[in-house]
């Protein structure tokens, strides 16, 4: 039983327009949100977090939003470049335990075509 | 800048063998981690540690055992290869109480 669903597996965007990726979840616990970017033969590195304190978070093109009452979270890319294509993972993970596990999506693969 | 690094980018094993996976980390972080991931399924948790020779199970950890005796090194092993561990095997760390986790470029396991 997936705890995290991205149910796109894959997204084509033109150059310049917005990139939306989505992201839903069913555990009540997780209480930190994260977006990972991975560009084949390479490991994930991390783009964007955010707190179930907040509902919004920004950095430069990249803007995070989460709707805790519909359990859902986006990732928006404004403006997407073409750089940005990579298969884009949202990660969850809840207070407690002796370390923060995170909990990944199946992934959604960006193309953004020029 | 962190560095995370494995052993090896590729590497081809036959069923039944013993299959060490090394991951070494730079930045003295606590927490270490080892994921596998799959098309259609993500990243799936194996093992984590949280300290020197402390371990604990993930979502997957069957089939699998991990060691950790120095802070910046942590081991997975397969102890008797299947056909089904054929993966990507990525090694991820963390600063205790933090939440971003770096990765390792990971390595490509097929198991014949």
């Known amino acids: 039983d997936q705890q995290v669903k991205q149910n796109s597996p894959s997204l084509s965007v033109q150059e310049g327009r917005i990139s939306i990726l989505n992201c839903d979840y069913t555990n009540s616990m997780f209480d930190y949100f994260l977006w990972y970017k991975k560009y084949p033969a390479e490991g994930p590195t991390f783009l964007i977090s955010?707190?179930?304190?907040?509902d919004k978070n920004e950095d430069g093109r990249f803007t995070v939003f989460l709707n805790k009452s519909a359990k859902h979270l986006s990732l928006h890319i404004v403006p997407s470049q073409p750089g940005d294509s990579a298969v884009y993972f949202c990660?969850?993970?809840?207070?407690?335990?002796?370390?923060?596990?995170?909990?990944f999506g199946s992934g959604t693969q960006l193309t953004v075509l020029p | 800048d962190v560095k995370v690094t494995q052993s090896s980018r590729y590497l081809v094993k036959r069923t039944g063998e013993k299959v060490f996976l090394e991951c070494v980390q730079d930045m003295d972080h606590e927490n270490m981690f080892w994921y596998r991931q799959d098309p259609g399924l993500g990243l799936r948790l194996i093992y984590f540690?949280?300290?020197?020779?402390?371990?604990e199970k993930g979502d997957i950890p069957e089939g699998y055992s991990v060691s950790r005796e120095k802070k910046e090194r942590f081991s997975l092993i397969l102890e008797s290869a299947s056909t089904n561990q054929t993966s990507m095997y990525l090694c991820a760390s963390e600063r205790g109480g933090y939440n971003e986790q770096f990765f390792g470029p990971g390595t490509r396991l097929t198991v014949l």
């Open positions: 990660a969850a993970s809840e207070v407690g335990g002796s370390a923060r596990q995170l909990t």
């Open positions: 540690s949280y300290d020197v020779k402390m371990k």
């Open positions: 955010i707190s179930s304190i907040k």
